[in-house]
Each structure stands twice: as structure tokens, then as C-alpha cells.
């Protein structure tokens, strides 16, 4: 395998690229680094732990479609052939054969995934739209069985025959709310204030142009989303959860401004009534579910015991609201 890497000014020059965080930018100059000849790699988390980045930091990237994400931990850099050109005699074909049989090249040179839906007003370089319900994988339920955090950023085996791209957002949204996809699904259902933002906020990007950078068009990002509002609404309430996300649509912007949220007083927590139910070996059973399989996935718990202050540092809000719990 090449010991030298390459990148295209056509893609870290763009505005696309240069408008994500640092910190963002940093995570995929060092997973570029680290791919095999053929752009993938299978220990993207080692490499946040080793940066510091976080978990956030990896989803922007497969959210603005920089790296494209495959069911079983594996990941591809999506603009690797454009970035990258290598002699035949120093090429080390890749060992994800299976996952590489999904692909195929675009005539630009980016990777796309086959039956992914494409039409007119697909997306420019930099950010292509990615259908991960559409490709028919075929997922090991036991290994989903043994990683919970793995089974719940996988798209569900349930859902393959339902496309997130031939929808609209409002019915993506009514897709996994209905057929319980996402672990809160009952919970946005019975608060309808909840759903009622969530609703407007979906409608607002349906509303968006261009239509393929505005379509929540995977289960994980939408999950990833319904999980931020969820939070949202029980740490802050609905008043000023709406708030943040008025002020994300009256300034047109393409998601929801979250730090501003976090600056926001909280409401009290019940934390002594979700004490007493603690698991005297799960030092986080006090925590809100949702909440905990956010901070499991960022890896800033772990085990039901451990805490990675180095990510809780970039998340200081997080560490708060660990320590108001009880733990």
C-alpha cells in the first residue's frame, strides 16, 4: 500500500469543504491518510480517538457525503480517485471486495452507490446524494445483536424495501416515527409539540433548494436528527427548542443551529427520581436513553462505567448534564 496521499484543491477548496468545522476538515485529512488504495478504511473511531475528534465530527462528513459510511463499520472516502491516481505497480487492490462491489465511478472520477437514485438535480461535486436504503445489503442480525451503538446506526434490514430518496422528507419522518425505526419514535408521537417542530422543520427542507442537499435521503442521518431534537426538547423544552429552529429558517440556514440551543437555560431535571432507578453496575442507567446513545456514539462513554474526558472537553454541556444526572 502507497505511503503517500494526495488532494484534489477541487474538493478541499470548495466552499462545501471549507464552511465544516476545523475539526471536521482535520478528520478527513487524516482518514484520507490512512485509507487503503482504494480510499477505505475500517477504524475510522481509532483515528477520532488519536485526533481528538468526535463523533459529530464524523457524521458532517458523511452527512455532507466526503466519506461514505457501510453498514458493517466500514468506510470509502467518496472523491478518493479524484484526490488520488496511483501506477499499477505500486497499486495494493483493497480487501473490502464486498463493500467495493457496491460502488461504481462516476465519469468525474467520485464514487457513487450502485442503484443509489440519481436524477437531474443531483448534487454537485463535493456532495453527492447517497441512498444507503436502496443498496440491498444484507446485514448480520447476530453482529448487530453484539454491537447495540453499530445496530443503531445500521439501516434497519425492515426498511430496504422503503426509499428514502423517491420520498419527501415530512414522509421519511413519518416512516420511522410509524414503524418505530428510531428507539424514540413513540415518545416524538405522544408529545405532538415535539412532532409538530420536527414536522416544520421537515417541511422547511422540502421546501429548500437545491432538493438533493436538503434531502435527509439515509436512515442514519435522519435518525441522527430525530436524536438531536429529541434532546433538544428534553433538556431545553419545546419553547426554546423552537426557538433555535425558527431562527435556523428565518435565516435560511441549511441545519439547525445547535450551539445556540446549549446556551439556553435548561428545564429542571427530575434527576433524583431517575437516581433511584439506577443499576448499581451501570454507572449511566440514570441518564436519558436517547441522551446515552448519543454520548455511547460520540464514544464519550463506554462500557457502563467509563468516561473519555477528552471528548466531554469539546462538549462541555455534555459533562454537565452527566454531572446534574447524579453520576
Known amino acids: 500500500m502507497a505511503e503517500k496521499r494526495m488532494f484534489s484543491k477541487q474538493i478541499i477548496d470548495s466552499d462545501t469543504f471549507l464552511e465544516m468545522p476545523l475539526s471536521t476538515q482535520a478528520l478527513y485529512f487524516h482518514l484520507s491518510m490512512r485509507a487503503d488504495d482504494d480510499g477505505f478504511l475500517n477504524n475510522a473511531k481509532k483515528v477520532m480517538k488519536i485526533i481528538g475528534a468526535n463523533q459529530n465530527d464524523y457524521d ?35 480487501i473490502y471486495q464486498e463493500e467495493k462491489a457496491h460502488l461504481k465511478v462516476q465519469p468525474n472520477g467520485r464514487y457513487s452507490l450502485r442503484n443509489a437514485a440519481e436524477s437531474d438535480d ?14 440491498q445489503y444484507r446485514i448480520d442480525k447476530n453482529r448487530e445483536e453484539k454491537n447495540s451503538i453499530d445496530k443503531y446506526n445500521s439501516v434497519s434490514v425492515d426498511t430496504y424495501n422503503y426509499s428514502y430518496t423517491k420520498n419527501s422528507n415530512v414522509s421519511n419522518l413519518d416512516h420511522v416515527l410509524n414503524n418505530n425505526v428510531h428507539p ?35 436512515e442514519i442521518g435522519l435518525k441522527k436528527t430525530i436524536t438531536q431534537f429529541v434532546f433538544g426538547y428534553r433538556e431545553y423544552g419545546i419553547g426554546a427548542l ?37 443499576d448499581n453496575n451501570d454507572r449511566f442507567a440514570c441518564l436519558e436513553p ?25 462538549h462541555p454541556d455534555w459533562l454537565k448534564v452527566i454531572q446534574e444526572s447524579g453520576v
Request: aromatic content about 10%.
Open 290 to 314: 436517547s441522551f446515552r446513545k448519543m454520548l455511547e456514539d460520540a464514544g464519550a462513554i463506554y462500557d457502563g462505567q467509563g468516561l473519555d474526558y477528552g471528548i466531554l472537553r469539546e
Open 122 to 135: 443531483d448534487l454537485p461535486l463535493g456532495i453527492p446524494a447517497v441512498d444507503q436504503s436502496d443498496t
Open 60 to 94: 458532517l462528513l458523511v452527512a455532507k457525503s466526503f466519506v461514505i459510511q457501510f453498514p458493517d463499520g466500514i468506510c470509502v472516502i467518496k472523491h478518493w480517485r479524484i484526490n488520488n491516481y496511483l501506477r499499477k505497480d505500486r497499486y495494493t487492490e483493497t
Open 184 to 218: 424514540d419514535s413513540d415518545y416524538v408521537l405522544e408529545n405532538k409539540d415535539l412532532y409538530q417542530c420536527l414536522k416544520e422543520w421537515m417541511e422547511y427542507k422540502d421546501g429548500k433548494k437545491p432538493k438533493s442537499n436538503n434531502h435527509y435521503g439515509t
Open 242 to 278: 423552537k426557538k433555535v429552529v425558527d431562527e435556523s429558517i428565518t435565516n435560511n440556514y441549511s441545519g439547525v443551529i445547535w450551539d445556540r440551543l446549549s446556551r439556553l437555560p435548561k428545564n429542571p431535571k427530575p434527576a433524583v427520581e431517575q437516581k433511584g432507578k439506577s
